[in-house]
DNA sequence: CGGATATCGTTCAGTGATCGAATGAAGCGG
DNA sequence: CCGCTTCATTCGATCACTGAACGATATCCG
């Protein structure tokens, strides 16, 4: 019966059924419960230093400009980031004999461990948060999200 | 030596493959995305602007605790927010006569219009988005995604 | 009734993450 | 050699957000 011009009333779907609105706040989520696992290292680290590893495990040793670039962030919060993980022992920070400009940084083997480390604790989470789905259900979302990633060129 | 695709040890999935992960980044996406959306209406208005006036939207008229509750932010967080909102007309604000301590917030025909161009640009986010997916993920996605949202707790 | 106590909204100062501009060292083109 | 660019770093500024203090109101209990 209702409005023929369907405009007026879609007030049901709303702006919260939209794929945009449910990852904005999922990943608010999800990124707070990693945040809150990283907190039990008690190293200090933040997301953003795991992002820096991720960034960093993908290829092979790389500069801290092209690290920014790959990350979405300024290259002064590179060298913070850096900073914090050298003293930790997790990367290593070698100047570039064919470019002493660079500083190039490699993931050392406390490096690696550390991102086991978070790697379990992500699959934790990861069980935790899908405990209602099937397994069908897991695998198609998973599926979807990496295209999804894919799509907006992330690792 | 060691790499190639030889590795059968669990390295090769990696912390990228998680779940937790791909929401981290995807969620930092779809906000982005949608704060710079929101920048072309021009109304100084950010992402936290909009998910006042969808907990309000949800309800019936709201204290700022109640709503502070629901986001998950700190109270003096909206009064800001509905400061912002009530001078561009979205919301009203109004002293209960039952408590006159509580200012009860309602969604004005102004903050629906606000929220329906928000809709809107959601929906061509999600159109962009998820070009690449068939119907079928489309919706996959879209439940698997409300099922997490649920059993976090979320609108 | 009346004083102690709790709750709501608001203000304000402080913190943390991030950026952009300025700086200095190093490479590069002519 | 000399300007021009690029890299890393430092530093000051900004923005979102919080927590503590405050005043006004409400509620409880003797």
Redesign the interface.
Known sequence: MSDVTGTAS?RLP??????????????????D??TRALETFDLGLK?KH?GLL?AL?AGAATSQQELAARMGVAPSLVVSLADHLEELQAVRRVRDPQDRRRQVLTLTDEGRRL?DR??TA??D??AD?????TDA??A?????????????G??
């Open positions: 879609p709303g702006l919260s059924a939209t794929l945009v609105f449910k990852l904005g706040t999922l990943g608010t989520v999800a990124t419960r990693f997301p795991i991720v495990g991102l978070c790697e992500s699959r989470l990861d948060l899908t405990a209602e789905l259900q897991r198609a979302l998973g599926e979807a999200l990496q295209l999804l990633a894919d799509r907006v992330l690792p």
